[in-house]
């Protein structure tokens, strides 16, 4: 078993610095599809650690400690002897990598729902890089502009679609995880990623936020997310947690519904401390400040 996976661990460094060569920034993974270095922040008592972006100067920032770097690159797999992936890190010079994420585990037809935005906002997904997932979902993946930052989000898009943008990676064809090996479908390894249609693009990009915003009283709306959080089972709770704090955030009543979220995070498990790291994610990555 040590063998194989010292084996999975000098592939996935392969794989990633090849990707490096091609300019993407990369992180190991571990077989969970996480970030193979823990924070090094997790016990500091002051949550202000969890906003370090690697300004400490160890290892353990996940997406923030991507390079492109490879004597960089190589100390963090030697850190990680246990990694069996990488991670590639998303929004960033020079591809501004955007990935679009068809998901097979949601009960829906992510390809179908695709096809139907295209047709309803007039664009077509061009010839790029497609990465088959162990599951049978796909990642496609596109480049932005410079100028426009396209937030992480899960089922905004259509159910089933996620989006992994700015903070975001993807996992890099190459890697083994729990499930299975990650691969590059025929025909597209050899591609660029190639640039995200105008059309589809407006529909990924933050909603414009108002100059002089009024926080509104949560209403229904606040309602249902939360009632949203407190439906969730096992395994869902931070996931259904993150949604319905961009949700809110984007139709400006994430402060307003920031303590109720989190109570109704409680209740399904999580601890206050998960609660508020997930709502403050979801602030960050919809542009507000948490």
């Not at 997790?42 to 400490?56: I, K, L, N, V």
């Not at 590059?184 to 909603?207: K, Q, R």
């Not at 402060?255 to 109570?263: C, G, N, Q, S, V």
Request: aromatic share 4%; proline share 11%.
């Amino acid at each position: 078993m040590a063998t194989t996976d010292r084996q999975a661990t000098t592939l996935a460094l392969a794989h990633a610095l090849s990707a490096a060569e091609r300019g993407l920034a990369v992180i190991p993974l571990s077989r969970t599809k996480l970030p193979a270095l823990r924070s090094p922040h997790r016990d500091d008592p002051d949550p202000a650690g969890a906003r370090c972006h690697g300004e400490c100067g160890r290892f353990g920032h996940g997406v923030y400690d991507a390079s492109t770097d490879p004597v960089r690159i190589r100390e963090l797999f030697a850190a990680a002897p246990w990694a069996s992936g990488y991670g590639i890190a998303c929004g960033l010079p020079p591809y501004h990598l955007i990935g679009v994420d068809l998901d097979t585990k949601s009960g829906t037809n992510s390809s179908t729902a695709l096809r139907e935005l295209a047709l309803r906002h007039l664009f077509t997904i061009p010839e790029t890089v497609v990465v088959r997932t162990p599951s049978g979902g796909r990642h496609l993946w596109l480049t932005g502009p410079p100028d426009v930052v396209v937030p992480n989000s899960a089922g905004r898009l259509a159910p089933g679609i996620d989006i992994r943008g700015a903070g975001g990676y993807l996992v890099g064809p190459g890697s083994r995880t729990d499930h299975g090996v990650y691969t590059t479908a025929p025909g597209t390894a050899h591609l660029t990623p190639a640039a995200c249609p105008p059309s589809l693009l407006h529909l990924l990009a933050p909603p414009p936020r108002p100059a002089h915003p009024a926080p509104p009283a949560p209403g229904d709306h606040g309602r249902g997310l939360v009632q949203f959080v407190l439906s969730a089972h096992e395994g869902q709770r931070n996931t259904r947690l993150f949604w319905a704090a961009c949700r809110a955030y984007e139709n400006g009543i994430g402060p307003a519904l920031a303590d109720p979220l989190t109570e109704a995070a409680l209740d399904t498990g999580l601890t206050e401390r998960e609660a508020r790291a997930t709502i403050a994610s979801a602030a960050r990555m919809t542009g507000h400040r948490p």
